[in-house]
């Protein structure tokens, strides 16, 4: 990941969450452990990719979990930590203002 340059507690929140999917990802672990095919399944325009490197980011920031299952076939589940869950909050301010933006751009 990249350094913090500013030293600015904002530029350290977009360091970690910053891109198109990461806070997205967050939001739909919100509601409870998933798989990674669940996760595409929310998410269908991201890539295997980009999905696997986003949850690997949010897992070295220590946001996110990954449990895997002595299984056949092995069974990989990604959750919220309990860092992870400090942003709740921020998820519903995210959509607060995504709903106020939505109204906004149907008035025009």
């Given at each position: 990941?990249?350094?913090?340059?500013?030293?600015?507690?904002?530029?350290?929140?977009?360091?970690?969450?910053?891109?198109?999917?990461?806070?997205?990802?967050?939001?739909?672990?919100?509601?409870?452990?998933?798989?990674?095919?669940?996760?595409?399944?929310?998410?269908?325009g991201i890539?295997?990719?980009?999905?696997?490197?986003d949850l690997?980011?949010?897992?070295?920031?220590?946001?996110?979990?990954?449990?895997?299952?002595?299984?056949?076939?092995?069974?990989?589940?990604?959750?919220?930590?309990?860092?992870?869950e400090r942003?709740?909050?921020?998820?519903?301010?995210?959509?607060?203002?995504?709903?106020?933006?939505?109204?906004?751009?149907?008035?025009?």
């Amino acid at each position: 990941m990249k350094e913090n340059l500013s030293g600015c507690s904002v530029e350290e929140s977009m360091r970690v969450l910053g891109g198109r999917w990461r806070l997205l990802l967050v939001s739909y672990l919100l509601d409870g452990p998933k798989r990674f095919n669940d996760l595409r399944r929310d998410v269908p325009g991201i890539s295997q990719r980009m999905l696997t490197l986003d949850l690997r980011a949010l897992e070295d920031a220590g946001l996110i979990t990954r449990t895997v299952y002595p299984t056949s076939p092995v069974k990989v589940e990604y959750a919220l930590s309990t860092d992870g869950e400090r942003l709740r909050p921020v998820v519903e301010v995210m959509k607060e203002f995504g709903l106020w933006l939505k109204a906004r751009d149907e008035k025009v």
